[in-house]
């Protein structure tokens, strides 16, 4: 009996050592195992799904985390990081790793800020958009082999760019978008994603919108500025400033100095076919570009540093999803309808925020007073001002509903449809429900369970 007692307690101690998740950079099939693991072992608060596949068929994988992982709810924003879209700027695969595990281990623990984030919010969380990149990448802290998917091409020039109609500039035919662009771009039409950050590496700044520019009335100065610009700045400053010490702006050598460590994408550098413009332009998503390393494949030792350099910022970013206010438009029979236009006074966005499937809608504002029009075909035109308080300490942001009245006549007060900029196509999303494409036959679970007990966390 004694035996079988030390046996189990050896067997409870290896899994113990599995759990523990090392400081290194796992391999691609690495990270797909413990990304398995981790969805088995907490069913109630994660979801494991696949938006597609690289060009070489390795699985774009997400982690959903929240207390409704495998679907969306109605008031619960939806948020998103993204890493390691070039593969060589590796920093992010290993924070999205230790971000999931600090995640859980809060929750199982019964922390305040684990369990308030993750009842309030559904956090996705895809380590890496490009691994065959990864698998392709040099150690080196600033050569860019690897950078590039299969195909050789920069996945951040790839998505379409809604200044190239305005300036008539060539842009890469549907067909001919890379597999892992295509895959974000359908992923988007599946979720009413609110917030997002893509993580980078080589600089050490916190870059927002816009990264392009027609010449137009958004260019101000040597920046190409959005109609949210004060948001992207206050975002871009809630990272920087809970960063260690990305707000002094100056910590690399070859990059900056950036005020209070941000910086406007244009006025950096203009690129074209960016994610972060096409995220917000038509996915009505502020996101945002984390540069979170100097150098683009930091040495091993140096990654409990990084992690704690950055862990609170990760958080506090997350949190700001609950800006704003967020809500539903009803019908004159109180109905939530889809497809109607919420426009704020003084915001006019190439691409006008439109509501859900479910009627929602969500604006991330500062604190203020705003005026906001709503417009839905046969219904008269609704203004409302509100007055906006400030929603992350309390994990929610304002909640308000638009009631619509029916219009008396066709040509009474029933407005067509507010209009997108000229020659910018916008993103009509499909909001399907759930994304079942990850949810993985029981079998396939079953042939990496022995896999997952011989070292899935440990070198």
Known sequence: MSSLLLLLLFLLLL???TLMLEFRYHS??????????????????THLYSIGQSVAGQQLWVLALGSTPHRHTVGIPEFKYVANMHGNEVLGRVLMLQLIDDLLQGYQKNEEWALRLLNSTRIHIMPTMNPDGFDNADTHCLYSQGRFNRNGVDLNRNFPDPFAGQRRQQQPQEQNREAEVKAVIAWLKTETFVLSANLHGGALVASYPYDNSNGGSELVGQASLTPDNDVFIHLAKVYSLNHASMHRGDR????????NGI??????????GGMQDYNYVQAQCLELTLEVSCCKYPPVAELPALWIDNRKALLAFIQQVHLGVKGRVLDSSGVPVQDAVVEVKGRRNMCPFKT???????????PGNYSFTVTYPGHEVLTEALSIPYGPDVYSALIHDFQLRQAVSTTSRSPAQASSS????????????????????????VTFALALAIGLRSG
């Open 15 to 17: 899994f113990n050592v």
């Open 28 to 45: 691609n099939l690495e990270m797909e195992r413990y990304l398995r693991q981790i969805s088995t072992e907490n069913p109630n608060v």
């Open 252 to 259: 690399c050598d070859d990059t900056g100095p950036f005020q």
């Open 263 to 272: 910086s406007n994408g244009y006025e950096w550098y203009p690129l074209s």
């Open 356 to 366: 859900n499937l479910h009627g929602e809608y969500y604006r991330l504002l500062l």
């Open 422 to 445: 000229p020659n910018v196509t916008c993103n009509h999303t499909l909001h399907l429900e759930g994304r079942g494409v990850a949810s993985e036959p029981a079998w396939r679970l």
